[in-house]
């Protein structure tokens, strides 16, 4: 069974981006568009992994997570954020991230971030 992914962007062409290379390396993707929809799909269905933008409109990823943490029904689930900042990474560090991909994000760095978090990983690409 593959890996669920969660992607969550509010930038439409990235999550289609990122959506696009992670179903070609064999995984299950699903999108959200921002921190509120990730969090009732998360409910539903809790993905084996969650790839957040940091700035979003109503909920930052980071206040995203902290929500997730704080929510003791729900499995742990590892997050990679999106950034296109430099500073952020203590936060994402406090709150338990597993990683950190600056945008522009390369498929063979996301592929290899993501192998390295979820069970039954794709291989990553050369």
């Not at 909920?59 to 999106?82: C, H, N, Q, R, W």
């Not at 952020?88 to 760095?109: F, I, M, Q, S």
């Amino acid at each position: 069974m593959a890996a669920r992914i969660l992607v969550v962007d509010d930038d439409e062409s990235l999550r289609e981006l990122l959506r696009m290379h992670l179903a070609s390396a064999g995984y299950e993707v699903s999108t959200a568009p921002d921190a509120i929809s990730a969090g009732y799909q998360v409910l539903k269905n809790p993905p084996d992994l969650i790839l957040s933008d940091i700035n979003m409109p109503h909920m930052d990823g980071f206040e995203f997570v902290a929500a997730l943490k704080s929510d003791t029904t729900l499995p742990y689930i590892p997050v990679i954020f999106l950034t296109s900042m430099e500073d952020g990474d203590h936060r994402g560090k406090e709150l338990g991230a597993v990683g950190y991909l600056t945008k522009p994000v390369r498929a063979d760095r996301l592929l290899a971030l993501v192998a390295q978090h979820v069970p039954g990983g794709a291989i990553p690409i050369g």
